[in-house]
């Protein structure tokens, strides 16, 4: 029977459907297909060269919201994203969503297409449903798939990397050393959003004015925290937390879901509707994050205090030879991204578990050993990065906080008006 399936595959990749006689299906479906599915995303697209870091987290949304469609498609129980084809009865629900996957990732990027290919194979290999269960299961995947990548043509992402040209006056970004890199994906904030109705209904305020007390104030803690060593007042704790939260976002965080769906124990369309709503809730956030970012163009830290003595603002005093303690990203300091990530996917986990979202995180430094911290509580997770994003000298606070902000309110938006039940 394996290699049937694996003749099945092959055929289903092609575009075609194939439907082999078997035995009748042994049991139900094994939600680890999905964990399985999300990881390979995730590293599909940290590896390819043509996609950005910011827009993996586009990417990855259209991934989990085809899987989410094609496993509710077979299975029922919660409401369609988009899609809303039934499967034929009986059709397998880990095929479903193994070709869902596959047919996103390999639209979106061709250069896996080998590596994808064979994995999905061996999804199918190991499913214990019979040939035609596969079959039926694998090719409404594929009519999901298809389906999405229709849904999403001409949504923006073609201006995703346009130049960035606005000049560099008092309050202004631009590159901050050392690479001095260009706007990453300056235009992602023009990208349809998936679940909301535009990249500005969620906005933060605009940020505070550089005259401003409240500007001074932040000023003076990210100035005093935020500075590489030696010279900074940040404890050994507050160092170690600030680390903790340098890394992928994307990387980190899918990592903590696929640790929920294990130990929660998730069914297959339970785990599909925890990665849909969490991944689509933070691609809208980072869209409308993007948008804000373009809009304010607002300068980080490190540009801010090396000038402070000509940003107009008598209680702010300048540094020239200020450095933050992690080099900084490539794109302007208000919102922050890395908080509307955090405030997004707690919010979703708060929506279907409850307060005590038990979230385990992980993060491997360069060269170093993987470093594990768990948050019982939303609001254990946003404070700290909050908290550790200042001390890393990379944003002030209120880009921080209007993240999270944001970000819980485009996961309530999208938990209000998505992903329910239906019966």
Avoid: C
Avoid at 32 to 40: C, L, S
Avoid at 50 to 76: H, K
Avoid at 394 to 420: E, K, Q, S
């Amino acid at each position: 029977m394996r290699a049937m399936r694996t003749a099945i595959s092959g055929v289903l990749v092609a575009g075609l459907l194939v439907v082999a006689p078997g035995a009748a299906r042994a049991g139900g479906d094994d939600p680890a297909v999905v964990t399985d599915w999300n990881q390979r995303a995730i590293s599909t697209l940290v590896a390819d060269t043509a996609t950005t870091p910011i827009s993996d987290f586009v990417y990855l949304a259209f991934v989990q919201a085809a899987v989410y469609d094609a496993v509710v498609g077979v299975t029922g129980g919660y409401q369609p994203y988009h899609f809303r084809g039934t499967a034929p009865s009986g059709s397998s629900a880990e095929a479903a969503a193994a070709a869902a996957a596959h047919g996103v990732l390999a639209a979106y990027v061709p250069s896996a297409t080998a590596d994808l290919d064979a994995a999905y194979a061996a999804s199918l290999a190991k499913i214990d449903a019979s040939d035609t269960a596969i079959a039926h299961g694998a090719a409404f995947g594929a009519r999901t798939a298809r389906h999405l990548v229709k849904m999403r043509l001409d949504d923006g992402r073609d201006g995703m990397n346009d130049a960035y040209t606005a000049t560099p006056e008092i309050g202004v970004w631009r590159p901050t050393p050392p690479a001095n890199a260009g706007f990453m994906s300056p235009h992602l904030g023009a990208v349809r959003p998936l679940l909301v109705d535009s990249a500005t209904q969620f906005a933060p305020p605009p940020p505070p004015a550089l005259t401003s007390a409240r500007y001074a104030a932040d000023y003076d803690e990210v100035k005093a925290l935020g500075r590489a060593d030696p010279g900074s007042s940040r404890t050994a704790e507050q160092t170690a937390t600030a680390r903790f939260f340098s890394g992928n976002a994307l990387v980190q965080f899918n990592g903590g879901l696929r640790d929920q769906a294990q130990k929660r124990h998730l069914d297959i369309a339970s785990s599909a509707r925890m990665f849909g709503a969490a991944s689509m809730s933070v691609a809208d956030s980072v869209i409308t994050v993007w948008a804000e970012k373009l809009r304010a163009k607002y300068w980080r830290p490190v540009t801010a205090i090396q000038q402070g003595d000509a940003d107009g603002n008598p209680a702010t005093a300048g540094d020239p030879t200020w450095t933050p303690l992690l080099a900084t990203p490539p794109y302007p300091d208000y919102p922050s991204g890395y908080n509307v990530v955090t405030a997004a996917t707690a919010r979703v986990l708060t929506r279907l578990f409850g307060p005590n979202i038990d979230l385990t995180l992980t993060f491997t430094p360069a060269g170093g050993a993987t470093v594990t911290r768990s948050f019982g509580h939303e609001s254990d997770v946003t404070g700290a990065v909050v908290e550790a994003r200042i001390w890393l000298g990379i944003h002030f606070r209120f880009a921080d906080t209007a993240a999270r902000d944001l970000g819980l309110a485009v996961a309530d938006h999208a938990m209000h008006h998505y992903f329910g039940t239906t019966g």
